[in-house]
């Protein structure tokens, strides 16, 4: 078992631990619109490195490349 007094937060993808030198980026506002429960919930997103890069990926691509990954993934 690892010391975790190192760590300062939790990436909110991989769930990987991180210390504060790892994070690379993580949410400034953390009003989320919950549109299953239909209210607003408090929410901080963290990001390790990897993370940031596929977050960044995915936002910036589009539908049709969604698709072309989802089939990719389901074969």
Not at 17 to 45: C, M, V
Request: hydrophobic share 40%; glycine share 2%; charged share 25%.
């Amino acid at each position: 078992m690892t010391n975790d007094t190192q760590y300062t937060s939790v990436c909110s993808i991989c769930g990987h631990p991180l210390e504060t030198w790892q994070i690379a980026g993580q949410t400034l506002e953390t009003t989320l619109i919950d549109h299953e429960l239909r209210e607003l919930a408090d929410i901080r997103l963290v990001f390790c490195s990897e993370c940031r890069v596929k977050v960044f990926s995915f936002a910036n691509s589009t539908v049709e490349e969604a698709i072309a990954r989802l089939e990719a993934d389901a074969s």
